[in-house]
C-alpha cells in the first residue's frame, strides 16, 4: 500500500508518500480499499499540530474516506468482504488502504457513488445536529449562513431547506453565492463588498435571523449575533477563519439569544443510538435526491499537496475529493 505520511506535524509540506506494509485487521477492525477520500478543514490543522485531536507519529492524515472492505478482523459481524463503505476515523484516508474501527464504518446502499460518500459524512452529519438538534430549526424561521458555499455550509443550506426554513447564505465573492443559489438559498450576502449588519436589517425587515450558523468565527461573529432576532441561536460550529472571537456576554441577555455549542463527533460518541437514527435519515434523503455533496473537484491521490493549497485558497465551493 501506499500512504501520505506525516512524521513532523509542521505543514503540507512536511508529508511525504510512501510505501508501507498492507496491514490486517485486528479484533474489531476492517482493512478497506480507499477509493475516494475528501479534504477537509480538520486535515489541515491537524497536520500543523493546531488540531484538538493529536495523533500519535508518524500518521496518515485523512479523517473522511470511502471504499470496498478488502479484510475482516476478529468479532465483525455487521461487515463483510467486497461490502462498500464510508468512514470517518479522523485520520488514515489519504492511503490507498487502511485499517478502520467496524464501528464508525458506514455500509453504502447501492448507487451511492464513493467520490459522494467520501464527501458526505462529516459535512452532513454536524449541520444536521447542529440545526435540528441544537438549534432546534423549525419552518418558517430565518437562517443565517456563513461561509455558506464551503463544505458544511453547502450542507446547512440543504438541510434548512428540507426543514422548511429560509436561508440567508453569506459567502466572499458573487461567484461563491450563485453557487449558494443554486443550492437553494433565498437570499444572498457579498460580506466582501456589503455591511453584514445592514444588509441583515434589509432582508429580514429588521428582526433579525433566527438561527446564525457560523463555521467561520473571526469579526463576522459578532456582528452577526448582534444583528440576530428575539431568542435566536447562534450555531458555534467552527473557526475557519483562524480567530477564535470573544463575545460581550450581555449581548445574549438583550436579545434573549442563545450561545450554542456544536460537537458533531462527541455527540455521535456520547449519544450513539441517537446518531446512527440521524446518519440513517440523511442516507435516506441522499438516496431520495434531497441532499447531495457538490463535489468543486475529484484529483488523484498523488496531487493532495495541490489539493490542500486549493483548500487553502478559499477557492473551493462544495468539497475536494481525491481519488485512488
Avoid at 500512504?3 to 511525504?16: F, I, Q, R, S
Avoid at 510505501?19 to 489541515?44: C, H, M, W, Y
Avoid at 428575539?230 to 449581548?251: E, H, M, Q, S, Y
Wanted: overall charge neutral; charged content about 20%; glycine content about 10%.
Amino acid at each position: 500500500m501506499h500512504a501520505w505520511l506525516c512524521e513532523n506535524p509542521v505543514g503540507v509540506d512536511a508529508l511525504t508518500w510512501k510505501e508501507l506494509p498492507t496491514p490486517q485487521p485486528g479484533k474489531g477492525q476492517v482493512l478497506i480499499r480507499i477509493q475516494a477520500a475528501s479534504l477537509n478543514f480538520p486535515d489541515l490543522l491537524i497536520v500543523q499540530n493546531k488540531y484538538q485531536m493529536k495523533p500519535e507519529l508518524p500518521f496518515v492524515p485523512g479523517s473522511e474516506y470511502a471504499g470496498v472492505v478488502e479484510a475482516v478482523g476478529e468479532g465483525v459481524t455487521t461487515l463483510k468482504v467486497g461490502q462498500p463503505v464510508a468512514c470517518l476515523s479522523g485520520t488514515g484516508g489519504f492511503a490507498t488502504h487502511t485499517l478502520a474501527p467496524a464501528a464508525l464504518c458506514m455500509p453504502l446502499p447501492p448507487g451511492f457513488p464513493p467520490a459522494d460518500a467520501a464527501a458526505f459524512i462529516m459535512i452532513y452529519a454536524t449541520s444536521h445536529h447542529a440545526l435540528m438538534d441544537r438549534g432546534q430549526l423549525k419552518a418558517g424561521e430565518t437562517v443565517l449562513v456563513l461561509g455558506a458555499a464551503g463544505g458544511v455550509g453547502m450542507s446547512a443550506i440543504q438541510i434548512a431547506k428540507i426543514a422548511g426554513a429560509r436561508v440567508i447564505a453569506a459567502a466572499s465573492s458573487a461567484e461563491k453565492l450563485a453557487f449558494c443559489k443554486q443550492l437553494g438559498a433565498d437570499e444572498t450576502i457579498n460580506y466582501a463588498t456589503e455591511d453584514l449588519r445592514e444588509r441583515l436589517k434589509q432582508l429580514t425587515g429588521g428582526k433579525g435571523p433566527d438561527v446564525i450558523y457560523d463555521p467561520v468565527g473571526g469579526d463576522y461573529t459578532e456582528a452577526a449575533f448582534r444583528s440576530i432576532a428575539w431568542r435566536g441561536r447562534l450555531l458555534v460550529v467552527g473557526f475557519a477563519a483562524g480567530d477564535i472571537p470573544a463575545l460581550k456576554i450581555n449581548l445574549a441577555l438583550v436579545k434573549g439569544a442563545s450561545i450554542v455549542g456544536v460537537f458533531w463527533g462527541d455527540f455521535a460518541r456520547r449519544e450513539p443510538q441517537a446518531n446512527a437514527a440521524m446518519m440513517q435519515e440523511l442516507a435516506t434523503w441522499y438516496m431520495q435526491g434531497r441532499i447531495k455533496p457538490q463535489i468543486d473537484a475529484q484529483m488523484p491521490m498523488s496531487e493532495l499537496k495541490a489539493a490542500y493549497a486549493r483548500m487553502g485558497s478559499r477557492a473551493v465551493k462544495g468539497k475536494l475529493v481525491l481519488v485512488n
